[in-house]
């Protein structure tokens, strides 16, 4: 299963904003009783009305 998010643009590095929130669900038991495995595909800065945005792509293979 694919998913999208919009993450505002930080200041220093995109990549460690994906980093954490990514660890924050490999952390979650609960989650990760019912996926095996969320990654990051590709990310992008996209605009969204007047504001500057980051979208991220993830892959979330669930537990059979």
Do not use: H
């Not at 643009?9 to 990549?15: C, P, V, Y």
């Not at 924050?24 to 095996?36: D, F, I, Q, T, Y």
């Amino acid at each position: 299963m694919d998913f999208g998010m919009i993450l505002p643009l930080a200041s220093e590095e995109r990549s460690d904003s994906v980093r954490k929130l990514t660890e924050a669900w490999e952390g979650n038991e609960e989650l990760m009783k019912r996926v095996s495995v969320i990654r990051p595909l590709a990310g992008e800065r996209r605009t969204r009305g007047s504001n500057s945005v980051y979208y991220v792509q993830f892959e979330c293979v669930l537990r059979k």
